[in-house]
């Protein structure tokens, strides 16, 4: 029997190490995925809609450093892939996306489902390219690998139906073939010696230092913690960098920016010397201002450097080797005042958030529910999120361990990635527990239907502990609080609200557990079922709406914006003073005052 197209892609798919394939079914790529089911060594794990599979291997790629894998049909099918993949190319992390196409013999004829979807991936990937003969699949997958790999980017192949099925030939050694191989290992990057040998004579001289981590750094959490020993530093984490480090280390100010902690704020606004290490946090007034302190940053990425401070030294390398070149040049800082500070800073935020989590609120207070889950996880449990509020309390609440891992969708801060991520984890690490925290209008979104995937695979995985706790406050809370906030405006209810879901019920129907909690008090109790329980479990929450997720320090521009809405008719204009008044008065609480 002739080997097709299809067949040598998944042998080469193979060769490159490809052991999972995340996607949904369609006619314009039967050739591949009869070739998966000859093949029987490649686990395809079937999705409910095409967006989810990007998110899927954008997760498994954030989880595992390998690269993922998506696949769809074409037209509708590979449209769908593009946010998944946004996902992935945004927050650096290497995926192949693989779409058919309608036969290369009706190319341009306006055929049905035929879409010009080179053009479309275009912007995305890293590698785009349509396959028109047999004798380019061997390169084309060798390139789209090797560059998504090389890049912490995209690769997109598109496969058009009758070529799938065409006999496969090698390429000849001859005039107009090409001939490739497989195979790619990432380098030792480190700077020149009188790049780090400056970028040592800054951080020596100053006296008020700050470190800024992202996703970056991973790999390196020994050498920063090092660094951070050694320049008497305090440690922020950028969203994406919330597992570098765990936030039991006490010098660590937790998460920065709109999402972050008082301590990262202070720690910026106070430092005299700023090192950044894997990180592309955006937000520009969270970092030092112009002139305030002198800053090194080390990215692997040169397109990165340089970008987001101005930055003194800019050291293009790895972040664990080049951070090993640096410290024996770094002299230990004898007055530790700073550190001192920082860490003084850090011990009061967390009394903070124990007061604010502990707010009355009506029913139960959202941050409550992350702050029963933290110390109740196991020690190697993965926590995904939504964008929405609960990032808030992901970001703040969760007080991280080591060995611990966490993510969302950070660069594009897409609703509905939680339970994808989560997927995606436990498929990568069967034996470890995995939660999702989720809003409910990521639920309502796609989330809810992946619960069916759950429900398809549980039965394999060692551990079935996955956790998708629900916030269902009826309400989309994340812009509601932008509406009120940043553009002064009072809840808009026809955007905003939303139907009331039996979450945890509609789990029951479909043979995983359903819990919901409407008191504060059975939380623990709840969180102790779900971790303990036999099988995936939706821990649904009704949570209060009208606890607001503040920032480190609020602005003028925000307190005007707060006001403004509450002056325009705001709907539930008494509630959302008294639940912030109590979480204000509470955390005054908690600084013992």
């Known amino acids: 029997m002739s080997t097709t197209v299809s067949d040598f892609f998944v042998e080469r798919l193979k060769a490159w190490g490809v052991s999972r394939i995340f996607g949904y079914p369609g006619d314009g790529i039967n050739g591949v995925l009869g070739a998966l089911q000859r093949d029987g060594t490649i686990e395809f794990i079937q999705v409910r809609h095409e967006e989810m599979a990007a998110f899927m291997a954008a997760a498994h790629a954030k989880f595992t450093g390998e690269i993922g894998v998506c696949l769809s049909t074409g037209g509708p099918g590979a449209t769908h892939l593009v946010t998944g993949l946004y996902d992935a190319k945004l927050d650096h992390v290497p995926v192949l996306a693989i779409a058919g196409q309608a036969e290369a013999t009706v190319r341009g004829s306006n055929y049905q489902q035929e879409l010009n979807l080179d053009r479309m991936f275009a912007d995305v990937g890293d590698f785009v390219q349509e396959v028109s003969a047999p004798a380019q699949i061997r390169h084309l997958v060798d390139r789209a690998l090797r560059t998504a790999i090389a890049r912490n980017g995209i690769g997109v192949l598109i496969l058009p139906k009758d070529i799938q099925e065409e006999v496969y030939v090698d390429p000849k050694p001859s005039h107009g073939f090409t001939r490739s191989s497989p195979g790619y290992t990432h380098p030792k990057v480190v700077p020149y010696d009188g790049d780090l040998d400056r970028a040592a004579e800054i951080l020596n001289a100053g006296s008020k230092i700050a470190i800024l981590v992202g996703a970056g750094a991973r790999g390196a959490a020994d050498e920063v913690v090092e660094a951070a020993e050694s320049l008497g530093a305090g440690v922020a984490k950028a969203l994406l960098g919330k597992d570098v480090l765990p936030d039991d280390l006490p010098f660590v100010t937790g998460s920065i920016g709109l999402l972050g902690t008082k301590p990262s704020s202070d720690l910026m606004s106070g430092c005299d010397t700023l090192l950044m290490v894997g990180t592309g946090f955006p937000w520009a007034e969270f970092l030092p201002k112009d002139g305030d302190a002198r800053a090194v940053q080390i990215d692997i990425d040169p397109s990165m450097l340089g970008l987001r401070y101005p930055v003194d030294v800019n050291l293009h390398g790895d972040a664990a080797e080049t951070l090993r070149a640096l410290l024996p040049r770094l002299q230990r800082k004898t007055d530790r005042s ?76 897409s609703m509905g ?43 394999q995985w060692r551990d079935p502990r996955l956790v998708t706790c629900v916030f269902n406050n009826g309400d989309l ?108 008065a509470n955390e005054m609480i908690g600084k013992g005052n």
């Open 338 to 413: 700073w550190r001192e500070g920082v860490e003084a800073g850090i011990r009061e935020w967390w009394q903070t958030l124990e007061a604010r989590a502990l707010t009355e609120a009506k029913p139960v207070n959202p941050q409550r529910v992350v702050w029963e889950m933290s110390p109740r996880l196991p020690e190697d449990a993965i926590v995904t999120s939504d964008s929405g509020s609960c990032a808030n309390w992901y970001a703040r609440d969760f007080k991280i361990k080591r060995g611990q891992r966490g993510s969302l969708s950070g660069g594009l801060a």
């Open 417 to 459: 990635a939680a339970v994808p991520y989560a997927i995606a984890a436990k498929f990568a690490y069967p034996g470890r527990p995995v939660v999702a925290l989720v809003g409910d209008g990521a639920m309502q979104m796609n989330n809810m239907a992946e619960l069916i995937t759950i429900q398809k695979y549980w039965r």
């Open 477 to 584: 809370n994340e812009v509601t609080w932008e509406q009120r906030v940043m553009a002064g405006n009072p809840k808009f209810e026809a955007t905003q609200n939303l139907p009331d879901v039996p979450y945890a019920r509609f789990a029951e129907l479909i043979g995983l557990r359903g819990i919901f909690v409407d008191d504060p008090e059975r939380l623990a109790e709840a969180w102790d079922q779900a971790l303990t329980a036999d099988r995936p479990v939706v821990l649904e929450v009704k949570t209060d709406p009208e606890i607001a997720p503040l920032p480190p320090h609020v602005t003028f521009e925000q307190a005007k914006g707060m006001i403004s809405a509450l002056f325009q008719g705001e709907p539930n204009a008494g509630r959302v003073i008294g639940q912030t008044a109590k979480q204000l």
